[in-house]
């Protein structure tokens, strides 16, 4: 058994690195046609990562997660969300933080969302013209960033809320590009070099972002409202078994964790969702059947479980996984997995990519066939848009549901269709992979009446 790095690639670490700021998925193609499914990229600045798409080794890492730190591996999204991040932590803190949050995106909980989720989307959607096309991922946006505030933030009204919006929407567009998202890769570019630079702007914009969530913080902790029941107020509310609370600096880093972690990830998806809907009549006349077959009392949760509604959702996570490779996982110690010793201090990459790509487990990959869901079942290891283990994504149950209310609240009430008959790539957004163009949608008109709102609100 060797101990070296599997199939190192060659060419320069500075042109790995800018290959793969400017193109994760291609640079993924290129090297795993070259080199099968494990190989070690090397990142200048960045150190040594083995990309794996092999479903075995990634199952014995998530099986075997104390071996592996990834707070530390995630370093590279300090400046945005805060060195008190879940996402930044490891052991026992990540574990105690981990305990603490979960409650609040799972089980009954989730359902006291489904209403405001579906209201959101309403009140978003009746903003679009009839022929005025429009950037599905900018309205997605709008609805994820809405549902975040009002759940998690428990913020809709009031002058805090009105400012944090649009410098939300700022701070984080200031990465929409392979270009403009290299800031959060290249550390030489992480520099104060006066007001203009990218970075100072994006620290200035950080910087009120947190003096926003500190007064609103204050706030609560000085008017203590036990009837809410946002995110916000209920992580202010637990202790841990020892009786601790956490603290205000942990709250705002975590609060800036989902915000960050939660909705730009959710409104891409949804891009895409209305994308490969609308590009293909069958998907999208298959689905509108499901709608309008629920029955007369149907509820948000009973719109949760819909077969066909389900399986295009889960086929639009394989196909466009928003973040093209999990959190790094550094080995602790020496680990042996699928023939190779990986000694201590190797940080190993599962690729989301490389696995919802194969062919022997999903034939004709890069088509669109959400049927495939309903004839078969995926083990966690074959199919994990949303990482696992003890990392798997916090708000994977507030998402899938997010994503279905979206999707049968506007297609129900509205006609759409794409605006251009053009073909749409992947592109870096910051840490997450977004469609070209955003994806251009038209509305061609309503119908005559909501089938879902109405029920779900009568
Ligand atoms: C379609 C939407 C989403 C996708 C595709 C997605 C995907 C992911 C993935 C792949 C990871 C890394 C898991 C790993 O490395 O094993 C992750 C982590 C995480 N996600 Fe999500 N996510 C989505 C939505 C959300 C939402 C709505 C929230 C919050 C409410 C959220 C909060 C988090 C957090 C806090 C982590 C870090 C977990 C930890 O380190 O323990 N995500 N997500």
Redesign the pocket.
């Known amino acids: 058994m060797s101990s070296q790095l599997p199939n190192r690639i060659t060419s320069p670490p500075w042109w790995q690195l800018l290959n793969w700021i400017a193109d994760p998925i291609g640079f993924q193609e290129k090297y795993s046609q070259k080199y099968g499914d494990i190989f070690t990229m090397r990142l200048s600045g960045l150190g040594s990562f083995v990309v794996i798409g092999n479903p075995q080794v990634i199952g014995a890492i998530f099986s075997q997660d104390s071996h592996f730190d990834?707070g530390r591996a995630n370093k590279l999204a300090e400046p945005l969300v805060g060195r008190n991040s879940?996402?930044l932590l490891d052991g026992a803190r990540?574990r105690r933080e981990?305990k603490l949050l979960m409650p609040p995106?799972h089980g009954e909980r989730l359902q006291t969302y489904a209403l405001a989720i579906c209201s959101i989307t309403e009140q978003v959607a009746s903003q679009w013209q009839v022929n005025q096309p429009f950037v599905a991922r900018t309205a997605m946006q709008q609805i994820s960033l809405e549902v975040i505030l009002q759940i998690?933030f428990g913020l809709s009204e009031g002058e805090r809320y009105r400012q944090l919006k649009p410098l939300l929407t700022e701070w984080l567009d200031m990465t929409d590009s392979p270009l403009r998202s290299s800031m959060l890769f290249l550390r030489f570019l992480q520099q104060d070099w006066g007001a203009w630079t990218p970075w100072s702007q994006m620290k200035r914009r950080q910087r009120h972002v947190h003096e926003l969530l500190q007064a609103e913080i204050e706030e609560r902790r000085n008017n203590l409202d036990e009837g809410r029941t946002d995110v916000l107020s209920l992580m202010m509310a637990v202790r841990d078994e020892n009786g601790q609370a956490i603290g205000d600096e942990e709250l705002r880093d975590e609060l800036l964790?989902?915000l960050f972690?939660?909705?730009e990830?959710?409104a891409t998806?949804l891009a895409w969702a209305f994308y490969q809907i609308h590009q293909q009549p069958d998907v999208r006349e298959k689905l509108l059947q499901e709608l309008d077959s629920l029955g007369e009392n149907s509820s948000p949760m009973k719109i949760a479980e819909l077969p066909y509604l389900t399986a295009v959702c889960q086929e639009t996570?394989r196909m466009y996984?928003?973040?093209p490779v999990?959190?790094p996982r550094i080995t602790k110690s020496p680990v042996k997995l699928g023939g190779h010793l990986f000694e201590k201090e190797t940080t190993l990459m599962p690729s989301?990519y490389l696995v919802h790509y194969r062919e022997d487990l999903y034939p004709n990959a890069q088509q669109f066939k959400p049927e495939r869901f309903l004839e078969r079942q995926y083990s966690p290891n074959e199919y994990f848009?949303?990482?696992?283990?003890?990392?798997?994504?916090?708000?994977?149950a507030?998402?899938q549901l997010?994503?279905k209310l979206v999707l049968a609240t506007v297609l129900s009430k509205y006609q759409l269709a794409l605006a251009e008959d053009k073909p749409v790539k992947l592109q870096r957004r910051g840490f997450t992979l977004a469609p070209t163009g955003g994806v251009r949608i038209v509305m061609t008109g309503t119908k005559q009446k909501s089938v879902v709102l109405q029920k779900v609100v009568g």
């Open positions: 990834v879940l996402m990540h981990r995106f998690v964790t989902i972690a939660g909705h990830t959710t998806t996570l996984p928003v973040i999990l959190f989301i848009p949303f990482g696992g283990g003890s990392r798997r994504c916090l708000g994977y507030l998402a997010e994503m």
